[in-house]
């Protein structure tokens, strides 16, 4: 019996995306679920969010994504403060 890992998309914005994942099982040529849903993983629209997203996710996941979020990325790394 093999187990089907699917990870959906459940909150994206400019800025942000939540991913979730959920388990399941064919049996008699159905999908059962397993387990419920969980947060598998979140990104921010950055440049090593980005990178980070690319290095983990499937492809038409990230796809996606991409088509949402453009070019460029919307969040900034923090600055240092001069003290």
Request: hydrophobic share 35%.
């Amino acid at each position: 019996m093999n187990t089907i890992k699917k990870i959906e998309i459940t909150r994206l914005t400019e800025n942000f995306v939540e991913l979730i994942a959920r388990e399941f099982v064919e049996i008699d040529g159905k999908e059962v679920k397993l387990s419920i849903p969980h947060v598998a993983n979140s990104y921010v629209n950055s440049e090593t969010g980005r990178q980070r997203l690319q290095e983990n996710e499937p492809e038409n996941i990230v796809t996606a994504i991409m088509a949402i979020w453009g070019d460029m990325p919307t969040v900034k790394p923090p600055q240092p403060t001069e003290e």
